[in-house]
């Protein structure tokens, strides 16, 4: 049961819904997400480290970079059910709407201080 509860108060919170439906699009590190969400670093590394508890989310260093995406390969069964759930949720949203096309066009180069 443990499992189960932290997947749901891991998307018992807009942010992290945000984050989850960002992460659909494309691998993103923390300040392509802050620039998304326009939060502070430590509230999106706060998120993304209940996601990542949750197994909803994985992290991958590249270089100086740390990328995040959603974790395709899970073991654990409910993982891999519920992320087809979710890439089928809220496709009307204005909010997600418009994090996708700030997703597309938000860079770590030119944001990330490099």
């Not at 069964?77 to 938000?106: H, S």
Request: proline share 3%.
């Amino acid at each position: 049961m443990r499992a189960v509860l932290k997947i749901f108060k891991a998307l018992s919170d807009g942010q992290r819904l945000r984050i989850l439906k960002m992460l659909e699009i494309r691998p993103l590190c923390v300040c392509e997400i802050t620039d998304v969400l326009q939060l502070a670093s430590s509230t999106v590394s706060k998120h993304l480290s209940i996601l990542r508890e949750a197994d909803l989310v994985i992290d991958d260093k590249d270089g100086k970079w740390v990328n995040y995406s959603l974790n395709t390969s899970a073991r654990e069964q409910y993982i891999n059910q519920i992320l087809p759930l979710i890439a089928q949720w809220l496709p009307d949203d204005t909010t997600v709407l418009r994090d996708a096309e700030k997703v597309q066009a938000v860079d770590r180069n030119m944001i990330c201080g490099v």
